[in-house]
């Protein structure tokens, strides 16, 4: 099984700074990596697949990056709407897939 | 637009047993493998089972294997979890989960089933 690794828990951002989240994968997943977004009461959304592909609609203030082991969230200016909690998910050897256990981000 | 809308929910006692549903519409639905993910209260997400467009794949987390049963029924473009005896770890909100890009690309608003005596 791989297991997926976010850092940080938290965190504290305040509107209109940037945030980098991360996620690291036990051994490589190639890019076969998905970031969703979270907010209470709602259905996660996803917002970038193949590590780096933006899904429908999803603003360009989102980008995703990396391979391998190593993957990173980067939003460019948070908006009111963006604090929420982030996961990824490596879809590249399953069963099982597998999600990291979350980043929350929140208002500083 | 693609809905996914679970049903079922609700409170049951340990070892006692609840049938979800899923019921699709916006898409094909018998061309997308199909998904259940939970979240227990206060925890992150994790993958239940999965199922193939023909049903012919199955999958389950090695958690609920032997205990829960996923199934579909493509004419009426539904999904379904059958979970017996259930177990109070089993306590979660469960999403039905589908796509065509990466297998989880649309997720339902959940369903919340809470085993509790």
């Known amino acids: 099984e791989i297991v997926m690794t976010q850092s940080p828990a938290t965190l504290s951002v305040s509107p209109g700074e940037g945030a980098t989240l991360s996620c690291r994968a036990s051994q490589s997943v190639s890019s076969n990596l998905a970031w969703y977004q979270h907010k209470p009461g709602q259905a996660p959304r996803l917002l970038i697949y193949a590590a780096s592909t933006r899904a429908t609609g999803i603003p360009a203030r989102f980008s995703g990056s990396g391979s391998g082991t190593e993957f990173t969230l980067t939003i460019s200016s948070l908006q009111s709407e963006d604090f929420a909690v982030y996961y990824c998910l490596q879809y590249f050897n399953w069963p099982p897939w597998t999600f990291g256990q979350g980043t929350k981000v929140e208002i500083k | 637009e693609v809905q996914l809308v679970e049903s079922g929910g609700g409170l049951v006692k340990p070892g006692g047993s609840l049938r979800l549903s899923c019921a699709a519409s916006?898409?094909?639905?018998?061309?997308?493998?199909m998904n259940w993910v939970r979240q227990a209260p206060g925890k992150g997400l994790e993958w239940v089972s999965s199922?193939?467009?023909?049903?012919?794949?199955?999958y389950y987390a090695d958690s609920v294997k032997g205990r829960f049963t996923i199934s579909r029924d493509n004419a009426r473009k539904s999904l379904y979890l059958q979970m017996d005896s259930l177990r109070a770890e089993d306590t979660a909100v469960y999403y039905c989960?589908?796509?065509?890009?990466?297998?989880?690309?649309?997720w339902g608003q959940g369903a919340l089933v809470t085993v509790s005596s």
């Open positions: 199922i193939s467009s023909s049903s012919y794949y199955k």
């Open positions: 916006g898409f094909t639905f018998n061309t997308y493998n």
């Open positions: 989960v589908g796509g065509y890009l990466i297998d989880f690309d649309y």
